[in-house]
């Protein structure tokens, strides 16, 4: 019991952390200031592992490698800090493990934010939020958005995009599980 406890809380922490990398490399992606609560939220929780690794690893135009390392290495540790407390697994298979994590936490993160933006459309609250969750979907959903009209005023995008993320998590499982045998 005390394993699955452990096991929760890293889960939770590094969740939090490597999605948070993960949503700056998105946001630097996507060219979305930082100036609104999103970013600042962002900064504040990955600027002590991404800005030492900038030092380290080669910049490019468009794709922050440090804040994907980052994620990466959070991961990483999860995944060694279980290794250490359970010892009946193999030691090489961590950064497997962590491979898997960090596939797993982007799908996750997309469902979340697909969410996010499905019950802001619902209440339409003027926010600097809702903008940025907004320009956050907005490539994802637009493949959809080609294929499904409107139903009766609604956009059904957003349930479709959950669908495929939803099949994707379970491709992922099966794959990861494949692997590990």
Same mark, same amino acid.
């Given at each position: 019991m005390l394993f699955q406890i452990v096991s929760f809380l890293l889960d939770v922490i590094a969740g939090l952390l490597g999605g948070a990398c993960l949503l700056r490399l998105y946001m630097q992606y996507q060219h979305? #200031?930082? @100036?609104?609560p999103v970013g600042r939220? %962002?900064? *504040?929780?990955t600027d002590w592992i991404v800005l030492p690794l900038r030092r380290v690893l080669p910049k490019t135009r468009k794709f922050d490698l440090s804040s994907l %390392?980052? *994620?990466? /290495?959070i991961e990483l540790a999860q995944f060694g800090l279980l290794w250490?407390?359970?010892r009946h697994m193999n030691p090489g298979i %961590?950064? =497997? /493990?962590?491979?898997?994590g960090l596939l797993r936490l982007v799908v996750s993160g997309m469902i @979340? /934010?697909?969410?996010v933006?499905?019950?802001? +459309?619902? =209440?339409? *609250? !003027? +926010?600097?939020? %809702? !903008? =940025?969750i907004d320009r956050l979907? *907005? #490539?994802?959903?637009r493949p959809f958005r080609r294929l499904i009209p409107l139903v009766g005023g609604f956009d059904l995008s957003p349930l479709a995009l959950l669908v495929v993320l939803q099949i994707a998590t379970f491709v992922l499982a099966g794959v990861q599980e494949a692997v590990l045998r």
């Open positions: 979305i #200031p930082f @100036g609104n939220f %962002v900064f *504040a929780l %390392v980052a *994620a990466y /290495l250490l407390l359970a %961590v950064p =497997v /493990l962590a491979l898997f @979340g /934010l697909v969410i933006y499905a019950i802001l +459309s619902w =209440v339409q *609250a !003027d +926010s600097p939020i %809702v !903008d =940025v979907c *907005a #490539p994802l959903l």
